[in-house]
């Protein structure tokens, strides 16, 4: 069975979600249809793109991915379909793929020209072009029947964090805050180690708070499991499943978590000082 799943900046309350799941199956009832979120911040490249990259990799190659972000229809800028890492990737050409992908370097790319005639109309680009691309898929066609190849997409840029020889110091920033109010960075594992080399000690700093320990997983925050409880509310810095730095609250929350608690927000600097 074909797998399509769906990513989107449309939110629960309005008829767009289920509009996109009607289009699938009127056109083929035996897809399976998987949500990945449709909670995305309107138009967020960069929120999507951190969700999308960590969530897709545990889909069997061959999944297609729609992407319904910044996605509203304009004669003047292309739909795309994206080979990527075994599976296909369908967005508008925004630069959402470059950001998804600024490590891995496309098998194909094709504009999609299912709906490029000059009469056609396109109400609403996720049902009108990415369902039929993606269905066509779904069905064993092949991509060059509904898009041309193409040599590149939109490019942005990934914030990436610098290292000042100087000041001994990482300058990173808030990339994505999650559901738990878990405050992401843009500073990898291999970035840290690479910097620290030949200091034996860091201080990562925001705000005017610090700390000087990285922990490899949340649970690693407790060093006594029968009394768990007293580490509730304790803030730790770990290395997260996508070998970020991310600032976490143990046990925290939307209301109570890192977010609340340390008051950064996207954009806002972190600093790791070596010493």
């Given at each position: ?238 290395f997260n499943d996508s070998q970020l730095l991310e600032l976490t609250i143990y046990k925290g929350s ?22």
């Open positions: 069975m074909s797998i399509i799943t769906l990513t989107s900046d449309f939110g629960n309350l309005d008829y767009r979600v289920a509009a996109v799941k009607g289009k699938i199956l009127s056109l083929n009832p035996e897809v399976d249809i998987v949500d990945i979120t449709h909670d995305i911040q309107a138009f967020n490249l960069i929120q999507t793109s951190y969700i999308v990259r960590n969530a897709y990799k545990y889909f069997p190659k061959g999944a297609i991915h729609i992407l319904s972000v910044d996605s509203f229809f304009h004669k003047s800028r292309k739909n795309i379909l994206y080979k990527s890492d075994g599976s296909y990737f369908l967005a508008a050409d925004n630069g959402l793929l470059s950001l998804i992908f600024f490590d891995i370097k496309p098998e194909a790319i094709y504009e999609i020209t299912l709906n490029s005639r000059f009469d056609d109309v396109v109400d609403f680009t996720s049902t009108d072009v990415f369902v039929p691309a993606a269905v066509h898929l779904a069905n064993g066609g092949l991509p060059e029947v509904i898009g041309r190849k193409i040599d590149s997409v939109k490019q942005l840029l990934f914030p990436k964090p610098v290292y000042n020889e100087n000041e001994r110091m990482i300058i990173g920033e808030v990339t994505y805050i999650d559901n738990f109010g878990n405050i992401i960075s843009n500073i990898n594992k291999e970035f840290f180690e690479s910097a620290g080399k030949g200091y034996e000690n860091f201080t990562i700093k925001f705000r005017n708070l610090s700390l000087s320990r990285i922990f490899s997983s949340h649970t690693e925050v407790v060093s006594d499991w029968e009394r768990e409880t007293e580490y509730h509310g304790q803030s730790a810095a770990i939307k209301k109570n978590g890192a977010k609340s608690l340390f008051g950064l927000n996207v954009g806002e600097n972190i600093y790791i000082e070596f010493f």
